[in-house]
């Protein structure tokens, strides 16, 4: 089986390996199922229902029935969307009586809307 470095001299055109860097890299780079779980982490952001969602509770923690009054869609749409926000680990609830009331579910997710308002932004 061909070495990486064999394997780039086959795809590019020049070839221009910085060993110490590339072997860094290789070093650093997560395995393929920690890259894939990534990846689908960013496809929950894909979904322009799922990013409101995510800032309106970026803004307050709300029920189903204020996020659906908010975005003008309804509570049948709102909660299927919190539940694949929830189960991506993006979105908590916590019950009050008879309400859910759900919040952004760490500061990590607080930090991905601010960087990408920030990025979008500039």
């Known amino acids: 089986m ?3 470095y064999e ?3 086959e795809r590019c055109e020049y070839l221009c390996v910085h ?3 590339v072997k860094k890299v290789l070093d650093e780079m997560p ?3 920690k890259l894939f779980d990534l990846a689908e982490l ?10 409101k969602i995510l800032y309106v509770l970026f803004e307050a923690e709300l029920c189903v029935c204020d996020i659906s009054t908010l975005l003008g ?5 709102v909660s ?8 991506s680990k993006l979105v908590k609830s916590r019950k009050d009586g008879k309400n859910v009331f759900y ?5 990590h997710v607080t930090g991905i809307i601010n960087l990408g308002m920030e990025h979008i932004n500039e």
Do not use: Y
Not at 73 to 77: C, E, F, G, L
Not at 80 to 87: E, G, M, V, Y
Not at 103 to 107: E, F, K, Q, V, Y
């Open 31 to 33: 395995d393929e199922e």
């Open 73 to 77: 869609a309804t509570q049948t749409a």
């Open 2 to 4: 061909a070495n990486i």
């Open 103 to 107: 919040s952004l579910a760490d500061s």
């Open 80 to 87: 299927h969307q919190l539940r694949i926000l929830k189960s």
């Open 42 to 51: 960013f496809k929950i952001f894909g979904d322009s229902t799922r990013v």
């Open 7 to 9: 394997q780039d001299a």
């Open 19 to 21: 060993d110490s860097v």
